[in-house]
Each structure stands twice: as structure tokens, then as C-alpha cells.
């Protein structure tokens, strides 16, 4: 696999770009911070962007199934690429305004390129492989994601707001430019009957197969579970910041949340071979669970930093064994529809946490919004639990990567 020039590719574009995404992340928690004073007016800015995603959701599976995926990477990538101009706008008219339109392009884009990606990945290697590569590409990304955070942590301090976004523009054409060297051995994709293309876009046909794969249904609903931590993680970081009266602890919940994830994503091999998927997702569902309730103690800098290692190591478990499961159970012909559901599920249970998270912050305050979704957590994943125990003996399940149920 690391003879693959397609890989290398894709795993240094992955770099390039999350490089570029974490300081724009940094450099937007500066800016609110300065501009936006509420937790809760955080959050809906934040969530203006993510519903921009979900709209555009339905059109860029399609798309994303009628094109080549190279292509659809390079065009999301421009657009990219293109957004940072708003902020640098934003900046310079100190308007929020311009930084809402900015987060609307950003996402948009990542709507169309994300799906791809994924799509890309069974293309590249042998399915026997894709475990490894996802663990591996999750591990680029959050390697690049600690990188990122630190690199903006110094540069928001040291130079200017828009020098640390043109950096992140710089980041972007880097990975415009690697995306071009790709070469997927890609058949065009048949065209579309009449009758298919006059219909509006939408995920009507992807429905019927997650319906008939149990383990694909039994994914999406246990992914819920880690976004319960996900979608508030940038507030609560803020919070946990405020609460301990010291800016630097947030670069080392950063560092060591992404470090457990890295570790994570290194072990799942090994671990896959022992374990079924099944009891992979379920497992480190509860763990994510414990996490969060380890946050009621937020006010310990040394047990605040555990809960988001003992998070980031669950995570970096779960996510690659919930991507080979889609990546290989999904037929090829849909990926680029079903990936783009998947997106734009997640950034509705992610704006819904986004929100959720910014208005218990203002109402309850942190410990008591951990307990709520940590109870959650532990109920959801029970509740599965108990629901797909029952198709134990299934031969879908029986027969998915990576072993039989445990």
C-alpha cells in the first residue's frame, strides 16, 4: 500500500488541507471572541455555515456520483480556496456579516469534497487494506489538526488575524495543486435515464440499501454518539479555558485529544482482528460516554486533559472502523450519494449539538451539561444495544470486515 503513488497523494493533500482548515478554526474562535460575546450567539453563527451544508447536501451526492471524483475534489477545492477572500473581508470590515458568508462557502465546499474523498479511498487500494488506510488517513489528519492548532496558537499572538487566514489560503492551493497530480484508474459513471435526471436531488435511492444492511443502519445511528462530544467541542474547550482562568490549557486539550486519537487509529488493526465491528462501535461508545462525564471535574486541568485523551483514543477507534464499514458494504455505484447523506446527517446532528451546547453552556454551565450528555450517551448506546443484539445471528453481520460478532 505505501508503494501507492495515489496514497501518498492523498494522505500529503490530507496534511496540506487540515493544516489550512485547524488555523482557520483558531482563527475564527479569535475573532468571535473579540466580536461575539455570547456562547450561544457563538453557535448559531458557527451552525449558519453547517445548514449551508446540509442544504447543498442531496445535489453534491449526485454529482458526486456522476462525476470523477478527481474532479469533483478539484472544484470543491477552488472553492475552498476562494472563501478565505470573505474572511480577509470579515477582517478588514471587522464584520461578522462577512464572516457568516465565508463559513457558508467553506462548508459548501466541504459538502461536495468530503464525499469524494471517501469515495476515492476503495478506489486506491485493496479492500483488505482500506482499514489500515482510514486508520492511517484519520492519523494525517489529526496529526495535521495538532500542527494546525499549534502553528495558529503562535500566529494569532504573534502576527495579524489575516496573516494567519493567508496562510490557510496558502495551505489551500497546496492542496488544489497536489490534488491535481491524482490518478484514479476511474470508469465514467453510465448516464443517468431520462426519467432519473428530471427528478430533483435527493438520497431516495441510497434509502432502500441502508434499510437492507443492518450493519450500515447500525453505524449511522451509533455515529450519533461521538458527535454528542463533536459537535460542542470548540465552546467547551473556550468553557474549560474560562473556567480555569488560563488560555493555555486549551492548546493541551487540543494536543492530547489528537495524540489518543492518533494512537487510536494506529491500534484499530490490531484490535479489528480480534474484535468484531459490532463490538468495536458499541464498545467505544460507552467509553465516549465515560468521557464526557469525566468532564463534571473540568476544573482540574490534569482530569479535563484525560477526558478529551480517553475521547480522542475512543474516537480514533471508532471512526475507522465505522468508514470500512460504510466503504465496503455500500455498492461503488452509490458511495458518492451515500457518503453525502452521511455528511449532511452529521452536520444536522452537529449543528443541533452546536446549538445545544452554546445554549445549556449560557443556561446550566458546563458540568451539568456533561452529566445531561453523558447520560445521553450511555442511554443511546444501551438502547442499540439491546435493538441490533437481536440480529446477532444475521449473516450481514456475521459476514462484515473484520469478523464475526462477539
Not at 464525499?115 to 482499514?131: D, G
Request: aromatic share 12%.
Amino acid at each position: 500500500m505505501f508503494r501507492n503513488r495515489n496514497v501518498w497523494i492523498l494522505l500529503t493533500g490530507e496534511f496540506i488541507a487540515g493544516v489550512g482548515l485547524w488555523l482557520g478554526i483558531i482563527g475564527n474562535l479569535e475573532f468571535m471572541q473579540e466580536k461575539v460575546p455570547s456562547d450561544f450567539m457563538k453557535s448559531l453563527i458557527l451552525g449558519a455555515g453547517l445548514l449551508a451544508g446540509v442544504l447543498i447536501g442531496p445535489l453534491a451526492g449526485r454529482i458526486t456520483d456522476q462525476l470523477r471524483k478527481k474532479t469533483v475534489m478539484l472544484a470543491s477545492g477552488f472553492v475552498r480556496a476562494i472563501s478565505v477572500i470573505f474572511m480577509l473581508i470579515a477582517i478588514q470590515q471587522d464584520s461578522v456579516l462577512w464572516m457568516i458568508v465565508f463559513l457558508v462557502f467553506i462548508q459548501m465546499s466541504a459538502a461536495f469534497y468530503f464525499p469524494a474523498l471517501q469515495a476515492a479511498l476503495p478506489l486506491v487500494v485493496k479492500e483488505k487494506e482500506l482499514l489500515q488506510l482510514n486508520g492511517i488517513h484519520m492519523n494525517v489528519s489529526t496529526l495535521s489538526r495538532v500542527l494546525g492548532t499549534a502553528v495558529a496558537g503562535i500566529l494569532v499572538v504573534q502576527l495579524p488575524l489575516s496573516m494567519v487566514y493567508l496562510f490557510s489560503l496558502l495551505a489551500y492551493l497546496g492542496l488544489f495543486g497536489v490534488t491535481w497530480l491524482l490518478q484514479i484508474n476511474e470508469e465514467l459513471p453510465k448516464a443517468l435515464p431520462k426519467e432519473a435526471k428530471q427528478r430533483p436531488a435527493g438520497f431516495s435511492e441510497v434509502f432502500p440499501i441502508i434499510k437492507g444492511l443492518p450493519i450500515v443502519l447500525m453505524t449511522l445511528i451509533l455515529t450519533l454518539v461521538p458527535l454528542l462530544f463533536i459537535g460542542g467541542f470548540n465552546l467547551m474547550v473556550i468553557n474549560i479555558s474560562e473556567i480555569q482562568n488560563d488560555p493555555a490549557i486549551k492548546g493541551w486539550i487540543y494536543t492530547a485529544e489528537g495524540i489518543a486519537f492518533m494512537i487510536g487509529a494506529f491500534v484499530i488493526k490490531r484490535i479489528g482482528e480480534s474484535f468484531s465491528p459490532y463490538s468495536i462501535l458499541f464498545g467505544f461508545s460507552f467509553v465516549i460516554g465515560f468521557s464526557q462525564f469525566l468532564l463534571f471535574f473540568a476544573d482540574i486541568p490534569a482530569l479535563s486533559i484525560l477526558s478529551f485523551a480517553i475521547f480522542g483514543f475512543a474516537v480514533g477507534c471508532f471512526f475507522p472502523t465505522a468508514a470500512t464499514i460504510f466503504q465496503t458494504r455500500i455498492p461503488k455505484e452509490f458511495h458518492g450519494r451515500f457518503f453525502s447523506f452521511r455528511n449532511m446527517l452529521d452536520r444536522i446532528v452537529f449543528q443541533v449539538v452546536l446549538l445545544l451546547t452554546g445554549l445549556l453552556l449560557d443556561l446550566i454551565g458546563l458540568p451539568l451539561m456533561v452529566v445531561v450528555f453523558g447520560v445521553l450517551s450511555f442511554v443511546m448506546t444501551s438502547v442499540f444495544y439491546v435493538r441490533f443484539r437481536k440480529l446477532k445471528s444475521s449473516p450481514e453481520l456475521a459476514s462484515t470486515p473484520g469478523g464475526t460478532i462477539n
